[in-house]
């Protein structure tokens, strides 16, 4: 399975749309996609994982390192639309009171 | 050339001869056969285009010029494929060496990280860990108070391979060098925060579940820091109940203060503890459910606890399609009278 990573820019916002499965293969691309961009000053990064349907803890490794990243740069970083599979992971791990985490879609999580 | 290689060509001409008179399949089937040999012996194909221009020198008297220049110039063609063949061979020595090497670490771990299961009067443990590689990145220890307790860790690194092997080192010599007064599960995953957060790369961090089970008072303290919640099998009411507690994994931010828990353990209640390995198991494209995996646990209770942990394991091995991704690790504990 594959992961694609699609980003929109808009003034101070960055919009990550990513689809497929996160795993310790697909990470190292989201990555790349996501940690430059949380690396400009005051850019406030959304990713949306609407269309994730598997997230291993390798997929959480990138969001703790993005998340620190925009402690040190001024920047900050939302989840959005999670799956139920994958915002249970948050969860667990506590990551869900340290990430700000959104659901805009009807029956999702929160 | 040695012998064997002499010998080969000697087939390939006299196949080739065959060939050119009778157009004989059986001979297209023996030129497969020594061109087998060839690769086993590392002939580079620039050889074997040599080895039939003089093969065709002498089947056949009337070789055209046009012939023989193009011959050369494949010839030619083929010295890259030569290297390139060359360094495979290379890469296969280079993997073998890190291969060997990465054993060699495996078995270092095992030994840094080893633990022994206490005996301990009126308790039952079972544990199994499976790597999914060749290191594990699961890590599970037992340290026995002096006032007869008996302290349980399990943990997870995110992150896999050989860099959270590592990491798990670093854990535990942390925590061996608390004292033990201070062995409050809240106060060890504070403690270890710390140490992991100030120490690892951002990307990293760790889940884990610590429990103190006090026999004097047949108690269980726990904290869970992210850690895959466990269970707690009550005997009384047959009933497997979900082990809640909240906390930060370990390594995200420095100053996490854990809460921690209580639970009475009764005769022949039992304390399940696992790695998410466990509940990410996945036969096929299905997940295992954490419902499944208890009703197995149920369907093995009546063994002893260790020979429960390696049914559950074996259980899900057999499963067709099963494919371990993550490192797994069950851990039962059962209070016995």
Known sequence: MNLTVNVVEENEKSVLNVSGEIDAYTAPKLKESLLPLTKKENNKVEVNLEKVTYMDSTGLGVFVSALKSTKENNSTLTLLNLQDRVFRIFKITGLDEVITIRAAIRGGNE | ?337
């Open chain 2, 1 to 337: 050339m040695d012998e064997l290689i002499k010998l080969h060509a000697a087939t390939y001409k006299e196949l080739l001869k065959n060939y050119m008179n009778t157009q004989d399949e059986r001979a297209l089937y023996g030129v497969e056969k020594v061109s087998k040999a060839f690769i086993k012996e590392n002939i580079l194909p620039e050889e074997i285009v040599n080895l039939h221009i003089d093969a065709m020198e002498e089947v056949s008297t009337n070789l055209n010029k046009d012939y023989k220049h193009s011959m050369n110039f494949l010839l030619e063609a083929m010295i890259s494929y030569g290297l390139a063949m060359q360094e495979i061979q290379m890469l296969r020595e280079e993997k073998h060496v890190l291969e060997s090497e990465i054993s060699v670490a495996a078995s270092m771990q095992e030994t840094l990280l080893g633990t022994t299961k206490p005996s301990i009067e009126g308790l039952d443990i079972g544990v199994i860990s499976v790597p999914a590689h060749q290191m594990n990145g699961d890590y599970h220890h037992f340290i026995k108070g002096t006032d007869g307790s008996l302290g349980i860790a399990i943990a997870d690194v995110i992150g896999k391979g050989i860099p959270a092997a590592l990491c798990m080192s670093m854990i535990k010599y942390a925590m061996d060098s608390y004292p033990e007064e201070s062995m409050s599960p809240k106060s060890i995953l504070k403690n270890l925060n710390r140490v992991v957060e100030r120490n690892v790369d951002p990307s990293m961090f760790i889940t884990m579940c610590y429990a103190q089970y006090i026999p004097s008072e047949q108690k269980l303290r726990y904290s869970s820091a992210g850690h895959e919640p466990g269970y707690y099998y009550c005997a009384k009411n047959d009933t497997f109940k979900e082990i809640k507690a909240k906390g930060l994994v370990l390594g995200v931010s420095p100053d996490t203060e854990y809460k921690e828990y209580e639970l009475i353990i009764e005769k022949n209640d039992m304390i399940i503890l696992l790695t998410d390995g466990v509940t990410e198991c996945r036969d096929g494209e299905r997940f295992i459910e954490s419902q499944e995996i208890l009703s197995i646990i149920r369907k093995y209770a009546y063994l002893p606890a260790q020979e429960m942990v390696d049914n559950v394991y074996k259980h899900f091995e057999r499963l067709q399609d099963f494919q371990l991704r993550d490192d797994f690790t069950l851990l039962i504990l059962r209070k016995k009278v």
